[in-house]
């Protein structure tokens, strides 16, 4: 029998995240925007210094599910509980008051202005009153690079536009800033689509730190490969129902990766676009 020290890391104890009540649970989450049904009997569990991965094709209703984890949209069907909980969002706002914090692939930032800047955006602190009331703009600058150290970015110059920075790392400032304004639990809407492979290795690095902090983390991808890299738990989505589920542990990455691709499906096609007889030649140019 092994025993839990003292000294082990965040992301010692979440070997097992199980263990301990979810931060998040769906269970038989179902949503239809009219006689369009887009998710139906959808359940996951978001464990603290855990990541979840979702994954599906394009239509397979994974934008469907971050709308309704994030509190844009109201699920028609199932249980939503935080904290064992069941608890219904009105708002993105109210999602993160209550520590879920969404970072979509467009990022929501405004390229022309500095890192600090964004990293503050709709939360500036201010300084003096009345009149004279400013923003704090030592303050923004200084919390924004102790901020991203912390994360281990290495960002100097924060006054430089987001806009100049790679694709990666303004996908890094966005994780750390969720994680400094106080997230529990972070939705990452396929942070690794547009970027190559060593963009791609930067943000999954930042992803297993805010998983080693102790946050919950939903990592929504195509991507099997990245999925598995930083994943403890899958659940494939298929035109809006569910494919799978599955913990690390129990799936390779070539079993992951061929329930991603459509498996069996996959096998038909190959046999029935098979040759069923020899090609022929083009009859010879006399």
Known sequence: MTHTTAHETPRDAAVTPEAAEPLLSLVGVGKSYGNVAALRNV???VHAGSVTCVLGDNGAGKSTLIKIIAGLHRHDDGRYLLDGEETVLRSPREALDRGIATVYQDLAVVPLMPV??????GSEPHTGRGP???LDVATMRRTTREALARMGIDL???DRPIGTLSGGQRQCVAIARAVHFGARILV???PTAA?????SGVVLKYVAAARDQGLGVVL??????HAHLVGDRFVLLKRGTMAGSHRKGDITLDALTH???GGGELEQLGHELARTTAPTRPPAVS
Not at 195 to 199: D, F, H, P, R
Not at 220 to 225: A, C, E, G, L, V
């Open 156 to 158: 100097p110059d924060v």
């Open 195 to 199: 970027l190559g492979v060593k963009q």
């Open 259 to 261: 329930e991603m691709a």
């Open 116 to 121: 600090w800047r964004n990293f503050f955006l």
């Open 132 to 134: 004279l009331r400013r």
């Open 188 to 190: 990452l809407d396929e």
């Open 43 to 45: 359940s996951l569990d």
């Open 220 to 225: 929504i991808t195509h991507n099997p490969h």
